[in-house]
């Protein structure tokens, strides 16, 4: 029920937390919580949600010590943005219902709540309407959507990875731990290619599932993304940026029409990774944007931000390789080297495409826009190999 599930993370009482995870048979009916504490985490790195370590005092003979809570942002530009995008319910049904499901490692999810006043259902059909609308229109809409407050309560309580190495988005990786990520990237996309495709669903629709709402994000905040880009990129990607504005919405709509769907993750990067090694993956966390779309937007969104400016094309054409190469050991026959090829370029245009409402994101402070810097500095490079 709603009114069970806090909507602060000040919230989160001992009492509280000992009938939840009672229930949810993580500690037994003998054990009471009679102490927390709270550790801020994501400044900086956790734009949609508030995240917090809660340190656990208990009476009973379970070993769990501490455990994450995750609750919508109270930050208002990014908490209508995550309500419009319908992230919230999203990540809670990825961790009920997605991934037990499919072949990835992520942490166990002690807890996943949901208010019965979820709107998810009836947002989505009411944003598949409104896409019919005339483009103006929809830029006023997006718009009004972004400043809404009204979010039903969510919230995760998740395995706290203390003992793992977090990903570093900022200070990106090496190589040789981007093809551990692609290997575990493409055993991930292999479990839901093709005919092991899970049915659409209101939380779990297709990544072009409204175009024409897309390209007027895209229009409303194209002019402060490209003064943000003028003095960051090049002269070619900076032509292939206002390409973009004229063929974005064609772009969404071919490359998901044209290339095999599968469920992709939405956000893959560094910052939403644990290792227990350079290169072991331990978890892949954030599920917030799960989809029915290309594998490409997942790989190209990681090559993008975690390698270095200085990395040359012929070693990411390489990475691609490894990703390639792993794909088919898991059973995906029907997808060459050449066609990934060349649905990654395509794929970069559409994430740039995506990349311009970033510009009506709070970011917070100095690593939120240390990381953006560093993402539009790596995207610069990529961008090379795009035609403008």
């Not at 309407?129 to 103006?136: G, S, T, V």
């Not at 993956?281 to 990681?302: E, K, M, S, T």
Request: hydrophobic fraction near 45%; charge should be negative.
């Amino acid at each position: 029920m709603s009114q069970d599930i806090p909507t602060s993370l000040d919230a989160l009482t001992a009492d509280w937390l000992t009938r939840v995870l009672r229930g949810g048979g993580v500690i037994s009916e003998r054990t009471t919580i009679n102490a927390t504490s709270q550790t801020l985490l994501g400044v900086g790195e956790g734009f949609m949600g508030e995240i917090a370590r809660v340190r656990l005092g208990h009476d009973g003979p379970e070993t769990l010590a501490s455990l994450i809570a995750k609750i919508p942002t109270t930050v208002p530009e990014n908490r209508g943005a995550g309500q419009m995008l319908g992230i919230y319910e999203r990540e809670v049904r990825a961790y009920l219902d997605l991934l037990p499901n499919v072949d990835v490692p992520v942490p166990v999810a002690y807890a996943a709540l949901l208010s019965d006043d979820a709107t998810g259902a009836a947002d989505l059909a009411r944003m598949v309407k409104a896409d019919r609308l005339p483009i103006w229109a929809l830029r006023i809409l997006v718009r009004r959507e972004q400043k809404t407050t009204v979010v039903p309560p969510a919230l995760l309580l998740l395995e706290d990875l203390h003992d793992a190495l977090p990903g570093d988005q900022v200070a990106g990786c090496s190589p040789v731990r981007a093809a551990a990520v692609l290997r575990v990237a493409a055993r991930f996309h292999a479990s839901t290619w093709g005919p092991r495709l899970p049915q659409q669903q209101h939380w779990l629709s297709g990544g072009d599932i409204a175009p024409r709402l897309f390209q007027a994000a895209h229009l409303n905040s194209r002019r402060g993304f490209r003064a943000y880009a003028r003095t960051r990129m090049d002269p070619h990607s900076l032509a292939v940026l206002r390409s973009i504005t004229r063929s974005g919405r064609a772009r969404i709509t071919n490359l998901h029409r044209q290339t095999p769907r599968c469920v992709v993750h939405g956000d893959l990067r560094l910052d939403n990774l644990f290792f227990d090694s350079e290169t072991d993956v331990r978890a892949v966390i954030d599920w917030q944007v799960p989809n029915l779309g290309p594998a490409v937007l997942d790989i190209g969104y990681f090559l993008v931000s975690s390698l270095d400016a200085s990395v040359p094309e012929s070693e990411i054409t390489e990475l691609l390789g490894v990703y390639h190469d792993e794909l088919v050991r898991s059973g995906v026959k029907d997808y060459s080297f050449a066609r990934l090829q060349a649905d990654y370029t395509e794929a970069l245009l559409l994430l740039l495409h995506r990349a311009t409402s970033f510009d009506s994101m709070d970011f917070g402070e100095e690593r939120g826009r240390d990381l953006l810097d560093t993402w539009i500095n790596r995207f610069d490079a990529r961008l090379a190999r795009v035609p403008a």
